[in-house]
């Protein structure tokens, strides 16, 4: 058995960091004696998520899309950011919120209609009248979606705040 260094690399071919779904993959099938087959990524049974988007937020309000996450930067007050649109959210979507230096009074998670939020302390309200508000700079939190047939469900996954998320 011999191993080649990484250092050396394969000559012809480039490095790729962060495979996607469609990038395909050169194996030995031991199952065909170590006949080379190719593969891609998305049908590995061990294959990674989808990398998610990164969003620098510096405005009052936010529209959030499924798979992102939102680094609250703004500076002049209370930011709001509101969850994905029914029409685009499907069971196991998530979003993940975190307060940057710049927010120093936290941010407010809104809800559209037939939204609701599951958290420690309860549940939101029902619809546009529900929300879930961070008390401060540096909380995080990440929601994911875990029904979605008529009304969507988020519930929050994790969450970091030394002053705990508080729901309406």
Known sequence: MSFVSSSVGFPGLSVKSVPVSGDLLLIADSAAGNALK???VGTLPFAPAGGAAFVNVTSATQAMAINTRYFVNYTGGQCVLTL?????TTQNSFVEIIGGAANTVGF????????LVLFLAGTTTTGTGGSLTSPGPY??????????SGFT???VTEVCSQGGFAGV
């Open 108 to 115: 407010q998670i809104a809800q559209l209609a037939t939204q």
């Open 38 to 40: 190719q593969i891609t």
């Open 153 to 155: 469900t988020w519930t």
């Open 84 to 88: 994905p649109t029914v029409a685009s």
């Open 139 to 148: 909380d995080s939190i990440m929601l994911m979606c875990t029904q979605n």
